[in-house]
C-alpha cells in the first residue's frame, strides 16, 4: 500500500532542525495556535500541511484534556521556529472503561496499566515538508531522571505514581518526566504531547471512519492459534489477505498484534506507523478535519479520546 511507512526511515535528524524557517504567516500563526492545543488530530493536520478551519479547531479544543508540561529542552538542543517535535504515545489504562465499554473491546476490566508501550515521534519541518515518524523501542534500558534506569515505557509509570494531587496533576507528572527521559535520550526538543489510550484509540478510529490496511497473507492472532503455538493471549486479529478497511475493534487488534511476527515488538511498531500514516492519508482524502458536518464525523469524538499535554508473514505491504 502507498501508505506504508518504511522501518528503515531516518527519523528526526540535526539536518531537520536547522532548516531555515519560513517567515511568520498564516502557516506559523496556526501551526502554533493548533499544536499546542489539538494534540493528536493536530498533528495529522501539520503532517499534511492543511489549514485547520476556526469552527473544527473550537470544536476539537472543547473536548480536549489538556495539562501543562514543563519538561525542561536539553541546551544541546537547537531550535529554530516554527519547526514542531510532537511525542504521540498509547497505554494500556482502562480505568476510564465501563464495563460495557471493555466488554466491547475485548479486554479486562483491572484498570490495565499505565506503560507507554507505543511511543512515535513526528517531526514536521519548519518549512511544511514531509514529516518523518519515528518509533521509539518500549524496552530500551535508558536513565530515567531522578530515578534508577529502567525501561523507556516505564517513565511514565513512574511519575504519574510518585506524584499526588488530582488526576490531571498525576498524568502531567507523568508526562513531564516521559519528556525528559525522550529529550535526554534522543537530543531532541519535545514541544507538544499526545497521549491515547485503548478506548481512545477505539474511539478514534471510529472517528475516521476506517483505516485502509492492506496485509500481503493471512493473519490469525486468535487466542486458539496462540494456544497452538504454546503462547498466552494474542491480540485476537484474524484477517484474511488483501486490503481491509479497520476501525474500532478490529484496528486495535491489528495494532497490539506481537505474536506470529517475525521481529515481535519492533514489526509491531512498524505496524502501527504503517497505521498512523495509513490514517493521515484517509483524513485527508475524506476531509475529515475540514468538513465537520459529515455524518458520523464528529472530530469531538475523537478529541475527546485524547489528551494534550501544552496506537513477514503479517507484515503490511
Not at 34 to 45: E, H, P, R
Not at 128 to 141: E, F, H, Q, V
Not at 268 to 288: D, K, N, V
Amino acid at each position: 500500500m502507498s501508505g506504508a511507512v518504511d522501518p528503515g526511515t531516518a527519523g528526526p535528524s540535526a539536518r531537520h532542525r536547522h532548516r531555515a524557517a519560513r517567515p511568520p504567516g498564516r502557516w506559523g500563526i496556526w501551526s502554533r495556535r493548533i499544536a499546542g492545543a489539538a494534540a493528536l488530530l493536530v498533528s495529522m493536520t501539520l503532517l499534511l500541511g492543511f489549514g485547520y478551519g476556526w469552527y473544527n479547531y473550537r470544536k476539537l479544543t472543547t473536548s480536549l484534556h489538556r495539562v501543562r508540561i514543563e519538561a525542561s529542552t536539553p541546551q544541546h538542543a537547537v531550535r529554530d521556529g516554527q519547526a514542531q517535535n510532537i511525542l504521540i504515545t498509547g497505554n494500556d489504562d482502562r480505568s476510564d472503561m465501563t464495563p460495557t465499554e471493555a466488554a466491547q473491546l475485548r479486554t479486562g476490566t483491572d484498570g490495565g496499566s499505565l506503560a507507554t508501550d507505543t511511543m512515535m515521534i513526528v517531526h514536521v519541518p519548519a518549512d511544511g515538508t514531509k514529516a518523518t515518524l519515528i518509533s521509539l523501542p518500549r524496552d530500551a534500558y535508558v536513565d530515567i531522571p531522578g530515578y534508577r534506569k529502567n525501561k523507556l515505557n516505564s517513565a511514565y509509570a513512574d511519575g504519574y505514581t510518585a506524584s499526588g494531587g488530582t488526576l490531571d496533576q498525576k498524568r502531567a507528572a507523568g508526562a513531564n518526566l516521559l519528556v525528559q527521559t525522550v529529550q535526554d535520550l534522543t537530543g531532541l526538543s519535545i514541544d507538544h504531547f499526545v497521549q491515547v489510550n485503548l478506548l481512545g484509540f477505539y474511539r478514534i478510529s471510529n472517528a475516521i471512519g476506517g483505516v485502509p490496511v492492506t496485509l500481503c497473507n493471512a493473519v490469525d492472532d486468535s487466542a486458539a492459534a496462540n494456544r497452538r503455538a504454546g503462547l498466552d493471549g494474542g491480540s485476537g486479529f484474524v484477517m484474511p489477505a488483501g486490503t481491509h478497511s479497520l476501525q474500532g475493534v478490529t484496528a486495535l487488534e491489528f495494532v497490539r498484534q506481537r505474536h506470529f511476527l517475525p521481529n515481535g515488538d519492533l514489526d509491531r511498531a512498524a505496524r502501527q506507523r504503517y497505521f498512523l500514516t495509513a490514517a493521515f492519508r484517509e483524513i485527508a482524502s475524506a476531509g475529515l478535519l475540514l468538513n465537520p458536518g459529515r455524518p458520523g464525523r464528529d472530530p469531538r469524538s475523537a478529541g475527546s479520546a485524547a489528551g494534550a499535554r501544552t496506537p513477514g508473514p503479517s507484515h503490511p505491504a
